[in-house]
């Protein structure tokens, strides 16, 4: 019989907690280190509607991407949301364990499975890579098979994520012919000026705000009078790639998969089989206004 500590060990020896960011929240949130685990729910967000349907499930733990306190608390009273989850948790014997960062920059990683499910191939490296180790890092570049169009790899990547209200947003000339790619799953603000740096034809990300990814299209257009002033390592537009931003809980779906498999294969490799599941509970914030006209 599998336990929780089990499960830690092995999901640990893949995304050390060591390599989180040291503002950010992992591990174990709650849950009995002795009891044991037969089924594993792996979701994105601990929300109401994942627990609900870990408990249909009857799963005995939940392996979220996101922490539940970010930014810590004093209580788990109740009569907060985040507490009543927890309550309902402790209730049915179900642990919740979180791997953020350390699964960001982990190899492999969130961007991996990004990177695949918009279909690059070929040797994936970090965007940005980890200081310790240059095989992690945050971000992944990759190589489509063929150069097309940026209209049809936005359409390529539209159909490897899962649906969301918002979409695909482009900004770029549809026309322009790409190939080298750069990915980085969750909010990827931060990684512009590395993505223009890296000589890549696009950058794939989430959460884009209007101002940052205003001026880098504006520095695009004008290279010569760039903010960026880096000047791309590897033969890359000078004026720097197209962006596509998508929903921020698209991009790092695809990375459930992955470290349900690993986490699987790893301990039946020691004997110890759990079964795994990958919520499709759509946990991202928005919906569309047809859902709006729909429920009128």
């Given at each position: 019989?599998?336990?929780?500590?089990?499960?830690?060990?092995?999901?640990?020896?893949r995304?050390?907690?060591a390599?989180?960011?040291?503002?950010?929240?992992?591990?174990?949130v709650?849950?009995?280190?002795a009891?044991?685990?037969?089924r594993?729910?792996f979701?994105?967000?601990?929300v109401?509607?994942?627990?609900?349907e870990?408990?249909?499930?009857?799963?005995?733990?939940?392996?979220t991407?996101h922490p539940?306190?970010l930014r810590g608390?004093t209580?788990?009273?109740?009569?907060?949301?985040?507490g009543?989850l927890?309550?309902?948790?402790?209730?049915?014997?179900?642990?919740l364990?979180?791997?953020?960062?350390?699964?960001d920059?982990?190899?492999?990683g969130?961007?991996d499975?990004?990177?695949r499910a918009?279909?690059?191939t070929?040797?994936l490296?970090?965007?940005s890579?980890?200081?310790?180790d240059?095989?992690?890092?945050?971000?992944?570049v990759?190589s489509l098979?063929?150069?097309m169009?940026?209209?049809?790899f936005?359409r390529q990547?539209?159909?490897?994520l899962?649906?969301t209200?918002g979409?695909?947003?482009v900004a770029g000339?549809?026309?322009r012919?790409?190939?080298?790619?750069?990915v980085?799953g969750?909010?990827?603000?931060?990684?512009?000026?590395?993505?223009?740096?890296?000589?890549v034809?696009?950058f794939?990300t989430?959460?884009?705000?209007h101002?940052?990814?205003?001026?880098?299209?504006?520095?695009?257009?004008?290279?010569?009078t760039?903010?960026?002033?880096?000047?791309p390592?590897?033969?890359?537009?000078?004026?720097?790639?197209?962006?596509?931003d998508a929903a921020?809980?698209?991009t790092e779906?695809p990375?459930?998969?992955d470290?349900?498999r690993?986490?699987t294969s790893?301990l039946a490799?020691?004997?110890?089989n759990?079964?795994?599941?990958?919520?499709?509970t759509?946990t991202?914030?928005?919906?569309?206004?047809?859902?709006?006209?729909?429920?009128?």
């Open positions: 019989m599998s336990t929780l500590a089990d499960i830690i060990t092995e999901i640990e020896s995304y050390d907690p390599w989180a960011e040291s503002w950010d929240a992992v591990g174990l709650c849950g009995d280190p009891q044991p685990v037969r594993i729910l979701a994105v967000d601990p109401t509607a994942v627990a609900d870990a408990l249909a499930w009857g799963a005995d733990l939940i392996v991407h539940l306190y608390t209580s788990v009273a109740a009569t907060t949301f985040k009543r927890v309550h309902t948790l402790i209730k049915n014997d179900i642990a364990y979180t791997a953020h960062t350390n699964a920059v982990a190899d492999p969130v961007s499975a990004l990177a918009v279909g690059l070929g040797p490296v970090p965007l890579p980890a200081a310790a240059p095989r992690r890092g945050l971000g992944r990759g098979p063929e150069p169009p940026l209209r049809d936005v990547a539209a159909r490897g899962p649906r209200a979409g695909l947003r000339d549809l026309d012919e790409v190939r080298r790619v750069a980085s969750g909010a990827g603000d931060s990684l512009l000026g590395t993505a223009r740096a890296a000589g034809d696009v794939l989430a959460d884009l705000r101002h940052p990814a205003s001026e880098f299209a504006e520095a695009s257009r004008f290279p010569e760039s903010r960026f002033p880096d000047a390592r590897d033969g890359g537009d000078p004026g720097g790639p197209a962006l596509v921020h809980w698209a779906w990375w459930l998969a470290a349900a690993l986490l790893g490799a020691k004997g110890i759990v079964e795994a599941r990958v919520s499709e759509v991202d914030a928005w919906i569309t206004t047809a859902e709006c006209e729909e429920s009128s």
